[in-house]
């Protein structure tokens, strides 16, 4: 049987810088395994019409190599799908990784076996392979929730989800398409589709406060400005709460009259991008100030819709602004003043089953030719506990996070020796710049396997105490946050039927995150077991 000293899974952002990791830097004998036919992850699968980064360009990439970073030219202020996959390709090209990836493989099992410290994965290839170190690089929304709708496998045309969308085009010229879902995804794919299609239906479950993206092209001048600040970047992008460039303004909204407020909101608004909520600094902490922010996009998106009761539909928000992952679009407010696009409250008139031909929502019946399913993801947990991973004492992981997930800084598990998570449940991961935090992650793990080898110790896990303090911390921290006060928030599993009802990610911000991360190494893991 095959032994490696490191496998990986996945060979995404994460998975790519952490087989160069482990290969280049630490020595290690390692295999990365992808389900994919290529590399890519989330830019591999989400190949969705209108599929486009909300992070800038300049930030969103590897910054641990200047070489990389300055030889890649981002040529539009958010890079879209096939702009990402390509850098993922330049960057593999650079470091070589290809030829220790193996492609269309599923992990279909991973079990720890006590007696020899080695992980035994299986794939759906009937592959089985040994590793002392199991490395999961598979994305925090990469498990794609298609809701279990009555009479969806009675359905004759043709349905996608955007998370899982074919590489082969699909046609939805002069065709009639629902979209059911309207997060950053659908908001992304309406806009792009409404040009084409005949008729486009959007089901609408609950409302999304959209900031306008205002994507452009770069100028030279600009694009020379981000290349010759590298270093600056680098280190900002390191100390800011969600790893963009922008910081949070220390301005209250009440600082300031309503003529001053809102000349501050619409200098942001006009700006456009994900740093709309930190114009003013208590806007995503506290409610009294989040309601002037959410007043102001409401005053906007009434003022862009025509039909008064559509405007309606889209505004009724039931919950704060930022406590749900906030959205960037290009003309999606517009789309509803075409005559081919229409929305559906499923709040007052929701679905009761797909037919044969399209969709039956309690009032009215619908015919499509194509469903789109932009309904999200099982973030976090899905991606993990699809891998049927089984620890010591022959603990399930399914089992064990049946009431929670259950990790140390969402790296590690108690019982799953050797076994580390880039970006787990516990993580900043989701509410960060994704690309930031996951340099931090690989760079961690990379300097603990390190110490490993050097003090030749065989396992390192951390302990029951050490992931139930975690989790306190986590559910402290969330509780004191507007994210709290979602109604249906996949942030804390409400989107999934079953799924355990709790805050996931870590919600103190990136800077704090990396001083404990830092902290645990430096004391040389006192919180893990190490034999
Ligand atoms: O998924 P979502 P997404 N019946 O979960 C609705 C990242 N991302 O793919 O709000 C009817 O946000 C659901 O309704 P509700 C980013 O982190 C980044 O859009 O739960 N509707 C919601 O409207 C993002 O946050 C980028 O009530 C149902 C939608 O489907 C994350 O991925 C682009 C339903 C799902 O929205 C996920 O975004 C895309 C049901 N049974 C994604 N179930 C960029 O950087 C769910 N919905 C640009």
């Known amino acids: 049987m ?44 989400n190949r969705y019409p209108g599929a486009r980064c909300d992070s800038e360009s300049h930030t969103y990439g590897y910054t641990f190599s200047e070489k990389i970073y300055k030889n890649w030219t981002w040529k539009e202020k958010y890079p879209k799908q096939n702009t990402i996959l390509k850098y993922l390709k330049y960057v593999e090209k650079k470091l070589d990784l290809k030829k220790d990836i193996l492609f269309n493989n599923k992990i279909t099992s991973a079990k720890y076996l006590e007696r020899k410290n080695l992980w035994l994965i299986k794939t759906n290839k009937n592959k089985v392979l040994l590793c002392k170190y199991l ?104 100390k800011t709460p969600g790893g963009h460039t922008f910081n949070f303004s220390s301005r209250s909204v009440f600082d300031f009259n309503k003529i001053e407020r809102n000349k501050i909101f619409e200098e942001a608004w006009l700006k456009g991008s994900l740093a709309f909520r930190a114009c003013f600094g208590d806007i995503t902490k506290k409610l009294d100030a989040n309601k002037k922010a959410s007043n102001f996009i409401k005053e906007k998106i009434l003022n862009t819709v025509k039909d008064k009761k559509v405007a ?37 008139n929701p679905i009761i089953k797909i037919t044969k031909k399209g969709i039956k929502t309690k009032y009215n019946e619908f015919f499509f030719d194509k469903i789109i399913f932009a309904t999200g993801y099982d973030a976090l947990t899905g991606p993990l506990l699809s891998l049927n991973l089984v620890g010591k004492k022959n603990i399930k992981l399914k089992k064990l996070w049946s009431k929670s997930p259950k990790t140390y800084l969402g790296l590690m598990i108690p019982n799953f020796p050797n076994l580390f998570i880039i970006q787990g449940p516990g993580s900043p991961s989701v509410l960060t710049n994704v690309p930031v935090q996951i340099e931090q992650h690989v760079e961690w793990i990379t300097n603990c396997l390190n110490f490993l080898n050097k003090k030749n110790k065989k396992t390192i896990e951390p302990t029951i105490s050490s992931a139930k303090r975690w989790s306190a911390e986590i559910k402290k921290l969330a509780d004191a946050s507007l994210f709290m006060k979602a109604k249906i928030s996949w942030y804390k599993g409400d989107n999934i039927p079953g799924k355990p009802k709790v805050f996931i990610p870590y919600p103190g911000g990136l800077p704090r995150y990396r001083n404990i991360c830092n902290k645990v190494e430096k004391n040389q893991y006192k919180e893990f077991l190490i034999k």
């Open 2 to 45: 095959l032994q490696f000293d490191s496998i990986i899974i996945g060979a995404g952002i994460s998975g790519l810088y952490q087989l160069h990791k482990c290969r280049d830097e630490l020595n290690l004998k390692t295999l990365a395994i992808e389900e994919g036919s290529d590399i890519g992850g989330t830019w591999f699968w």
């Open 135 to 238: 490395i999961c690089a598979v994305g925090s929304l990469s498990s794609a929730n298609i809701p279990k709708i009555k009479g969806l496998n009675t359905y004759e045309g043709k349905y996608y989800h955007t998370g899982r969308w074919p590489k082969k085009k699909v046609n939805l010229k002069n065709k009639v398409v629902a979209q059911i879902g309207t997060g950053s995804s659908g908001i992304q794919v309406a806009p792009t589709i409404a040009k084409k299609v005949k008729k486009l239906v959007i089901f609408q479950r609950t409302p999304n406060y959209s900031i306008p993206a205002r994507n452009k092209k770069l100028t030279k001048e600009i694009i020379n400005k981000y290349l010759k600040n590298y270093k600056k970047i680098k280190n900002l992008i390191k």
């Open 312 to 348: 309606e539909i889209l505004t009724n928000f039931d919950h704060p602004f930022t406590s749900k992952r906030p959205t960037l679009n290009t003309n999606y407010y517009e789309i509803f003043n075409k005559d081919n696009v229409e929305l559906i409250d499923l709040k007052t």
